[in-house]
């Protein structure tokens, strides 16, 4: 679906660009965002090496573990269905610590694994569990302590006060996170009422 939006967002492009008489706007554009993009990415990779360097150090100084313990009673309301030693919950907080530090990238291969994990433990391999869509809900909207992707972009840009977005990253965060899970409890309460009448 993503393809097809982009497909046919580009199409529009050339044919609007055409018709205006100017094909070769097109090539530039694609250009230019073709060295941003490469600009951006460079200046990004020093400040990605930086902070999964960092949660590769706490991971080895135990500081996830102590994380895990610190979170426990929230996992084992979240995921009711997941016991506490099993890997997929290491992989959720992984991809939890990640998203609070807005490492999207590094919190990506957390949530595969996590997920890999989570659908070892469903009963119907062929539907996603109550805890995959938690998972899903919680990866999605994660509250975001510290921006640090966002506030590279910026740096990047040349922005004279990068970090500005903190504490509005922090506000949006929290309320859409609290209204993804209480959505994903809204429903699965739903889900349980109706299989319960049947």
Same mark, same amino acid.
């Given at each position: 679906?993503?393809?097809?939006?982009? #497909?046919?967002?580009?199409? $529009?492009?050339?044919?609007?660009?055409?018709? =205006?008489?100017?094909?070769?706007? *097109?090539?530039?554009?694609?250009?230019?965002?073709?060295?941003?993009?490469?600009?951006y990415a460079f200046e990004l990779i020093g400040i990605m090496s930086l902070w999964l360097g960092l949660m590769k150090v706490a991971e080895e100084a135990g #500081?996830?573990?102590?994380? $895990?313990?610190?979170?426990?009673?929230?996992? =084992?309301?979240?995921?009711?269905? *997941?016991?506490q030693d099993h890997p997929a919950m290491g992989f959720i907080l992984m991809n939890f610590s990640a998203n609070?530090?807005?490492l999207g990238n590094a919190a990506t291969p957390f949530g595969l694994k996590a997920m890999q994990e989570l659908q070892s433990l469903?009963?119907?391999k062929d539907m996603a569990s109550e805890a995959m869509c938690t998972f899903l809900a919680m990866n999605t909207s994660c509250i975001t302590?510290?921006?640090?992707?966002?506030?590279?972009i910026r740096i990047a840009a040349g922005s004279?006060?990068?970090t500005e977005i903190v504490s509005t990253t922090l506000f949006a965060t929290i309320i859409g996170m609290s209204a993804a899970l209480l959505a994903?409890?809204?429903?699965?309460?739903?889900n349980r009422r109706k299989i319960f009448h049947c």
């Open positions: 679906m993503i393809n097809l939006i982009w #497909l046919v967002m580009i199409l $529009a492009g050339i044919i609007l660009a055409g018709f =205006k008489g100017q094909p070769e706007i *097109v090539t530039q554009a694609a250009f230019q965002a073709a060295q941003t993009a490469v600009k #500081l996830i573990k102590a994380f $895990a313990q610190l979170l426990r009673p929230l996992t =084992k309301f979240l995921f009711p269905s *997941v016991p609070i530090l807005g469903n009963p119907r302590l510290l921006p640090a992707t966002v506030i590279g004279t006060n990068p994903d409890y809204l429903m699965r309460s739903y």
